[in-house]
């Protein structure tokens, strides 16, 4: 009776102790993710992203290892918009995990209820690499890392009811810290309002849009493709006619170009990071902007 | 004992029943056939998270909705893509030494069928100088949600042995599959049944048991299409290991039986073996790939006859000279499954150019030499042209 009793206990514990969690397992597919979801989730949730803070979040290799990080998430977080298509959807598929599913609570489009910049209206590779749904590097406005916090907290009260106080007085955190630090880093820029810049990708809209820059060309002649000699002179002969001070580049792409660019004009290349991780200093999402506002007022007070 | 007998039956009714169907439909239910079971619990557990749930999201200030942009995308359309593969070549033997040709024409077709599985369509136009015949390479469903981190797929599918044979031919990095490939699994070992992949939990690294059970490919060089009930058995352990952030090593085993030309059974097995490397932060400029596969066949011919016992082997190399400059070469040895005296040997060489990852274009000579057919080494140049259109996702890491 006794064996019986304790057969009885090991199967109910097989068949329900999945769903005794102790916390709630969320991998994203960017850092910037990552951390927004562990402000919001404090303790409660173990978060990982897929890509790293300095790797290129278009091209990321969809690794086994990754899969089995997926197979055991209770949420995945994706920027969407098309930005990890080509190896996001491969790695969902191959988790076999329903609960991170797209329709399902645990899978998160961050991009849900963000208002999209450079929406095209017709669509052709003609134009390089563009993305149908609009620019997905929206988390590059603080603004809008704001509207991703609010959708993680929608999914975590949908996964952890029971949670809801502790998510709301996390959410509530770090909205009051972002209209801080919002405040700070607008005054830090407001000298620079209107300053053209030249980047390398198309990927700054959001910041550009958030704190008054003004991008006037890509290295990349279309998205995707790599700066020719063409474009580079192009480039040149703007930054000389309108007396362009700073490239932006970022952690993932070559600096030949730029250099190229800086060497024949007086302009200076600025570092700058996409993601949380870029740089060694940029441990969160606020020191992301804390990083990126710090080295641009540098090199435009230069 | 009869209650255990029960208990068992209700726990394995529960599990298919969790891993197939969606907790809206389990609250459809009629629970008072199952009262008093694991089933019901469950239920009741489901019901009471899912009626907590619909509290707390009332309580919530915003709700997740759909932005006007991606409704727009909201369609049930497949995702749609056509690669195509042209190629020129020269070679030393035959009286027509030059071609230029549309080597093969693939379409690809995949959507989600409901939230369980999801469909994968790749018909293709192959060929070699100049005609082209239609044929439904791939047409398989892939579940979603089995548990135990069960997959299953069941249609026509490239299987899963070695490392290349899943991969199709336009995202090799060489022109044209080693010689050791070709001779023992022709164009790729592609058949019709079931495959079951199971994640084993190991902590330590990936593994990946695959079982596949498929009828008999009707054109392969090892194996045939039994007029008796003897279908093609395959087995595959996948183990990948993340050595760094930068570098990867993969190393499969694979056998596999069935009913061969002969009448009887053959065996064949493999090894594959590779190592990546790719800085995760250049990843666009840098890469390195070293790639070994070895193949070994056993073809029983009956009753007072020695088997045929053959074995095959490549590697390559792949090294990334900047972002869109590639270098890639193959050595490749073989013998015959159906013929271990002969014996093929290839060296080749391609260098790749992408101008996106959406066309590249390959050049590269090759040697091929053999212990019979030619007395003198055939010697080739090739160039393969590839372009894709629409929506193609990533290749299989």
């Not at chain 2, 391609?350 to 053999?370: C, H, N, R």
């Amino acid at each position: 009776m006794k064996i019986s009793r304790s057969f009885l206990l090991l199967l109910l514990m097989l068949t329900f102790g999945h769903q005794a969690m102790a916390q709630i397992k969320i991998v994203t597919s960017l850092p910037d993710l990552e951390s927004i979801a562990e402000y919001v989730g404090g303790d409660k949730v173990d978060a990982f992203s897929i890509a790293k803070g300095y790797q290129n979040p278009h091209f990321v290799d969809p690794k086994p290892s990754y899969i089995i990080k997926l197979t055991r998430a209770d949420m995945f977080i994706t920027v969407g918009l098309d930005l990890e298509l080509g190896w996001s959807p491969q790695l969902l598929q191959s988790s076999r995990n329903s609960k991170i599913q797209k329709g399902n609570p645990g899978y998160v489009d961050a991009s849900e209820n963000i208002p999209l910049l450079q929406v095209p209206t017709s669509t052709s590779r003609e134009e390089g690499d563009i993305h149908i749904y609009g620019n997905p590097h929206y988390w590059l406005d603080p603004g809008r890392g704001k509207i991703i916090a609010q959708t993680i907290y929608d999914h975590l009260v949908a996964i952890s009811p029971k949670d809801e106080a502790y998510f709301t007085k996390n959410l509530q955190a770090f909205n009051d810290k972002m209209d801080a630090k919002m405040m700070e880093w607008k005054k830090e820029m407001a000298a620079y309002k209107g300053t053209d810049i030249i980047a390398y990708h198309n990927e700054w809209v959001y910041f550009e849009t958030a704190f008054g820059l003004h991008v006037v060309d890509f290295l990349e002649p279309k998205p995707g493709i790599p700066p020719t000699p063409s474009q580079l002179v192009k480039i040149i002969k703007e930054v000389k006619s309108q007396d362009i001070k700073v490239i932006i580049n970022s952690p993932y792409f070559s600096n030949s170009s730029p250099e190229v660019v800086a060497r024949n004009t007086n302009a200076e290349i600025v570092q700058l990071s996409t993601m949380t991780g870029g740089y060694k200093p940029i441990r969160d999402y606020f020191d992301l902007f804390d990083f990126n506002i710090s080295q641009m007022t540098k090199a435009l007070a230069n | 004992m009869k209650k255990i007998f029960y208990l068992l039956f209700t726990i394995i009714i529960n599990v298919i029943y969790a891993g197939i169907f969606s907790p809206q439909v389990h609250a459809q239910q009629d629970s008072s056939a199952v009262a008093d079971s694991l089933l019901l619990l469950e239920i009741q557990q489901q019901m009471q998270e899912s009626e907590a749930s619909q509290s707390s999201s009332q309580t919530t200030k915003s709700k997740p909705q759909m932005s006007s942009v991606r409704a727009t995308s909201a369609n049930t359309n497949p995702k749609i893509s056509v690669i195509g593969d042209f190629r020129s070549m020269y070679t030393s033997e035959g009286d027509r030494n030059f071609d230029a040709f549309v080597h093969g024409v693939e379409i690809n077709l995949s959507s989600f069928i409901d939230p369980y599985a999801r469909a994968d369509f790749i018909p293709v136009f192959e060929g070699e100088h100049g005609e082209l015949k239609a044929e439904i390479e791939e047409a398989y469903l892939t579940t979603l949600s089995l548990p135990y981190s069960l997959q299953l797929k069941v249609g026509k599918f490239r299987q899963t042995f070695g490392k290349i044979n899943r991969v199709h031919q336009h995202a090799l990095p060489v022109i044209n599959a080693p010689i050791a490939f070709q001779n023992f699994m022709g164009e790729a070992l592609n058949d019709q049944g079931f495959s079951l992949s199971w994640l084993i939990p190991n902590p330590h690294f990936y593994q990946e048991l695959v079982v596949e059970l498929t009828r008999g490919p009707e054109e392969h060089p090892v194996f045939t299409t039994s007029t008796r009930n003897i279908p093609l058995k395959l087995t595959h352990l996948k183990n990948f290991w993340d050595l760094t952030d930068n570098a990867t090593l993969e190393f499969g085993m694979s056998a596999a039986f069935g009913a061969n030309q002969f009448g009887h059974t053959s065996k064949l097995g493999g090894l594959n073996l590779t190592y990546k490397w790719k800085p995760i932060r250049y990843n666009r400029y840098k890469s390195f790939e070293i790639q070994s596969e070895l193949f070994v066949s056993d073809q029983d011919l009956g009753a007072g006859t020695d088997d045929i016992r053959s074995w095959g082997m490549y590697t390559w190399l792949q090294y990334q000279l900047g972002q869109r400059w590639f270098l890639a070469g193959v050595y490749s040895y073989s013998e015959l499954p159906t013929d271990n005296t002969f014996t093929e040997e290839s060296l080749s060489a391609t260098v790749g150019w992408y101008a996106t990852e959406f066309q590249k274009i390959e050049f590269g000579p090759q040697i091929l030499s053999d212990n019979g057919l030619f007395n003198a080494p055939v010697f080739s140049g090739f160039l393969r042209w590839i372009f894709v259109i629409g929506s193609h996702g990533a290749h299989q890491y």
